[in-house]
């Protein structure tokens, strides 16, 4: 009996260290200006699959952007993904993303991940968001092409593992 | 030099380039100015033939090029082959890859790069290369040591392209033998159908219309100037790209416009060059 209780604990507690949940980027959808053929997609798309955690890549020459999906926990960030664009000679205008990690509504507003803190403008949702502080919420909004700092488009609660 | 030893050094210098990135390609016999990405590596294995009235000369060259930074490329370009030389005209098989029988490195700087809208570029770039182990007459002299330096500027599109761009090479003096000087320019437009306008992974294929002028001054051979060579070209002609992910091949032909040629040289009746392109 205790033998199977312990083994019980000890599968447990080696399932709650183990346990993966997405604190980062999640989703980037970056928009590229210059690229005008082929084997600039191609480049483009060879360069972002090498990133850590990148899951899939798809680029579009006409619309002109990359569109990157990442695996939880993934150490990439957007400023990977952009040097990763001007290393390809083109340049790295708005993004739109995806991020998830823990709100921080003071000193200034921010997302605590894996990756570092994340600043956030939160506009009209700064109210509505003050529940949500301290807690793991995904984020979507759009980045500004030198900029850092995130504007909320959307904000909502992640349930904790 | 023993041409045959390049073999393997080209294919070799070809299969060992690591992984990297890719970068867009341009016309065949004009200038262009894109540079491959920071880290990338290119191979590019030309054939061509320059036809004459007096029969003319097939060549093989390989190149192989690297992006340095994403505005400085480097490239080394190596004869691999070359038949029936010994009237070759003073020009540059295609204003990349050289002359016939040099070995040639350059480095291709974009000093100047916009990117106004999705699918668009404006460009320019400064080349300067050194090369060796050219001849020339029909004793096949050493042409020696050149230095070649050129300035192009150009515009990509989803639709159309369009460079412009000039340079010159000149030979130092190898015993009172001296290939005379070169100077070109070169015009190139492009036009991508709309067919083909479809988004990444469809293939593209881009149709130009290439122009080159070139001007060579008399060489020198025993110290004395010989009639029979330098002069002026104008040639023009059509040429295709496809590319396929990571591969790519362009075929083309120029066709003289207008030649004053010195001597008895015999005129120009076109040159054919068919290029292989792959992206490490």
Same mark, same amino acid.
């Given at each position: 009996m205790k033998t199977t209780l #312990? =083994?019980?604990?000890?599968?447990a507690a080696m399932s709650g260290s183990t346990s993966v949940?997405?604190?980062?980027?999640?989703?980037?959808?970056?928009?590229?200006?210059?690229?005008?053929?082929a084997p600039c997609a191609y480049g483009m798309e060879k360069g972002l699959k090498a990133l850590p955690g990148?899951?899939?890549?798809?680029?579009?020459?006409?619309?002109? #952007? =990359?569109?990157v999906h990442l695996a939880p926990d993934s150490a990439t960030t957007l400023a990977d993904i952009r040097e990763v664009v001007r290393r390809g000679g083109f340049t790295p205008k708005n993004a739109t993303i995806t991020l998830q990690g823990r709100l921080r509504l003071s000193p200034r507003s921010s997302l605590s991940t894996a990756s570092g803190d994340f600043a956030l403008n939160l506009g009209a949702l700064s109210e509505s968001s003050a529940a949500l502080q301290g807690r793991r919420v995904q984020v979507s909004g759009s980045v500004a092409a030198d900029a850092a700092e995130l504007i909320v488009e959307r904000i909502e609660p992640v349930a904790s593992p | 030099m023993n041409r045959t030893r390049?073999?393997?050094?080209?294919?070799?210098l070809a299969l060992v380039a690591p992984a990297a990135q890719s970068?867009?390609?341009?016309?065949?016999?004009?200038?262009?100015?894109?540079?491959?990405?920071?880290?990338?590596w290119s191979s590019d294995t030309g054939f061509m033939r320059m036809a004459s009235g007096h029969g003319g000369d097939w060549r093989a060259r390989q190149m192989i090029g690297y992006g340095i930074h994403e505005d400085l490329q480097a490239t080394l370009t190596l004869p691999l082959d070359q038949r029936d030389g010994r009237r070759v005209a003073n020009a540059r098989g295609g204003a990349m890859m050289g002359k016939p029988g040099a070995v040639e490195g350059s480095l291709l700087w974009r000093f100047h790069r916009e990117a106004p809208r999705i699918g668009v570029r404006r460009e320019s770039s400064l080349l300067v290369g050194a090369a060796d182990g050219d001849t020339f007459g029909p004793d096949a002299r050493n042409a020696g040591p050149a230095l070649h330096l050129a300035a192009v500027t150009g515009y990509a599109s989803r639709t159309t392209y369009?460079?412009?761009?000039?340079?010159?090479?000149?030979?130092?003096?190898?015993?009172?033998?001296?290939?005379?000087?070169?100077?070109?320019?070169?015009?190139v437009f492009g036009w991508r159908p709309p067919i083909f306008r479809?988004?990444?992974?469809?293939?593209?294929?881009?149709?130009?219309l290439e122009a080159v002028a070139e001007h060579a001054e008399r060489d020198?051979?025993?110290?004395?100037?010989?009639?029979d060579s330098g002069g002026y070209r104008l040639l023009a002609g059509p040429s295709v790209l496809g590319l396929f992910g990571a591969w790519g091949v362009s075929a083309g032909v120029l066709f003289p416009v207008e030649e004053r040629l010195n001597g008895s040289q015999p005129g120009t009746d076109y040159r054919a060059k068919l290029v292989f392109t792959y992206w490490f």
């Amino acid at each position: 009996m205790k033998t199977t209780l #312990y =083994a019980v604990l000890l599968i447990a507690a080696m399932s709650g260290s183990t346990s993966v949940h997405a604190e980062g980027l999640v989703h980037a959808r970056q928009v590229i200006f210059g690229m005008d053929c082929a084997p600039c997609a191609y480049g483009m798309e060879k360069g972002l699959k090498a990133l850590p955690g990148v899951r899939s890549v798809t680029v579009s020459l006409n619309d002109g #952007y =990359a569109e990157v999906h990442l695996a939880p926990d993934s150490a990439t960030t957007l400023a990977d993904i952009r040097e990763v664009v001007r290393r390809g000679g083109f340049t790295p205008k708005n993004a739109t993303i995806t991020l998830q990690g823990r709100l921080r509504l003071s000193p200034r507003s921010s997302l605590s991940t894996a990756s570092g803190d994340f600043a956030l403008n939160l506009g009209a949702l700064s109210e509505s968001s003050a529940a949500l502080q301290g807690r793991r919420v995904q984020v979507s909004g759009s980045v500004a092409a030198d900029a850092a700092e995130l504007i909320v488009e959307r904000i909502e609660p992640v349930a904790s593992p | 030099m023993n041409r045959t030893r390049l073999y393997p050094l080209a294919l070799a210098l070809a299969l060992v380039a690591p992984a990297a990135q890719s970068e867009g390609h341009g016309p065949l016999f004009g200038l262009a100015t894109p540079t491959l990405g920071a880290g990338q590596w290119s191979s590019d294995t030309g054939f061509m033939r320059m036809a004459s009235g007096h029969g003319g000369d097939w060549r093989a060259r390989q190149m192989i090029g690297y992006g340095i930074h994403e505005d400085l490329q480097a490239t080394l370009t190596l004869p691999l082959d070359q038949r029936d030389g010994r009237r070759v005209a003073n020009a540059r098989g295609g204003a990349m890859m050289g002359k016939p029988g040099a070995v040639e490195g350059s480095l291709l700087w974009r000093f100047h790069r916009e990117a106004p809208r999705i699918g668009v570029r404006r460009e320019s770039s400064l080349l300067v290369g050194a090369a060796d182990g050219d001849t020339f007459g029909p004793d096949a002299r050493n042409a020696g040591p050149a230095l070649h330096l050129a300035a192009v500027t150009g515009y990509a599109s989803r639709t159309t392209y369009w460079w412009l761009g000039g340079g010159g090479q000149w030979h130092r003096a190898e015993g009172g033998n001296r290939r005379g000087d070169l100077t070109y320019a070169t015009a190139v437009f492009g036009w991508r159908p709309p067919i083909f306008r479809g988004d990444y992974p469809k293939p593209d294929w881009r149709l130009f219309l290439e122009a080159v002028a070139e001007h060579a001054e008399r060489d020198r051979r025993d110290g004395m100037a010989d009639a029979d060579s330098g002069g002026y070209r104008l040639l023009a002609g059509p040429s295709v790209l496809g590319l396929f992910g990571a591969w790519g091949v362009s075929a083309g032909v120029l066709f003289p416009v207008e030649e004053r040629l010195n001597g008895s040289q015999p005129g120009t009746d076109y040159r054919a060059k068919l290029v292989f392109t792959y992206w490490f």
